[in-house]
């Protein structure tokens, strides 16, 4: 009883949690489909929204696009920043302490600050190689990529430093190339920063909208922050049914890549917990 109030402290946590979920799967489910008539109990609950999601848009398009884009930058964003920092925390060469003070100075500035001069670079690109300009994947990718790799770098280089350099020294010793080195041992032993980075790129990409709107105009090539928002732009009211039901699709990949990682993050914060 003298802890009654930390209960209820998580109860209205949760309550404040739940609720904006609760209402948006209320919302889907709505037959009429629009804002007006939401409730947080629908009547007559169906899954009329979500057949004229898939019937009336591209929602499988945006769907596809969104989840290949997300999945490939931030695979490859990961994978760079993990050379980028390995060669940073284990080496000494001319020019480290600038390119380090270089990747802190340029993550402190949104990528949007550059979009005007982004885009110009763009036309030109589109105009000469179609294949990574604008309305592709391969475009987009490669400007998420510039976004992460500052900060993706600059995190992992602390989690590399706090690996004891012996275990190099003593694989050196034995005969092992750098390369070695770094798949073998190195890379297990920060597989939980890895999964981190690889999670927050993830959530970060696939929920990215201003850069992806500006980039991608052709209904083909949209990914899902840019197809919903194009549902209630002009209509928020006869829409809102299918633009939460696209939501709810929306959160599926981003849960089914947390439940993924989430076992080496785990694993990472028990590692020596003990002996043996």
């Known amino acids: 009883m003298r802890e009654w109030w930390r209960h209820g402290v998580a109860v209205l946590m949760l309550l404040f949690a739940l609720l904006p979920i609760v209402f948006v799967v209320s919302a889907a489910l709505n037959p009429l489909g629009t804002l007006s008539s939401s409730e947080l109990v629908p009547t007559g609950a169906s899954l009329g929204n979500f057949v004229r999601l898939f019937g009336e848009t591209r929602f499988g398009s945006w769907f596809v696009n969104s989840v290949v884009i997300a999945a490939v930058s931030s695979a490859a964003s990961v994978f760079i920043s993990a050379l980028a920092a390995y060669a940073f925390s284990r080496r000494r060469f001319r020019g480290r302490r600038v390119g380090l003070l270089s990747v802190l100075l340029i993550q ?69 190339t750098h390369a070695q080195v770094f798949f073998r041992i190195l890379l297990p032993l920060v597989a939980p920063i890895l999964a981190v980075t690889a999670l927050l790129a993830f959530i970060g990409t696939i929920n990215e909208f201003l850069i992806a709107n500006v980039f991608l105009t052709d209904a083909g090539s949209k990914t899902l922050p840019v197809g919903l928002y194009g549902l209630v732009a002009g209509e928020r009211n006869a829409n809102f049914g299918m633009f939460c039901a ?31």
Not at 113 to 122: D, E, G, N, Q
Not at 162 to 168: A, H, M, S, W
């Open 108 to 176: 402190m500035f949104p990528q949007f600050l550059a979009i005007v001069a982004i885009f110009l670079i763009f036309s030109t690109v589109t105009d000469l190689w179609p294949e990574i300009g604008f309305n592709t994947w391969w475009g987009l990718i490669l400007l998420y990529l510039g976004g992460a790799l500052g900060v993706n770098t600059w995190l992992m280089k602390g989690f590399f430093d706090t690996v004891p350099r012996e275990l190099d020294e003593s694989a050196t010793m034995d005969g092992a």
């Open 246 to 276: 696209g939501t709810l699709l929306t959160a599926i990949p981003t849960v089914l890549v947390f439940q993924l990682l989430s076992r080496y993050i785990t694993d990472g914060l028990t590692a020596g917990a003990v002996k043996g």
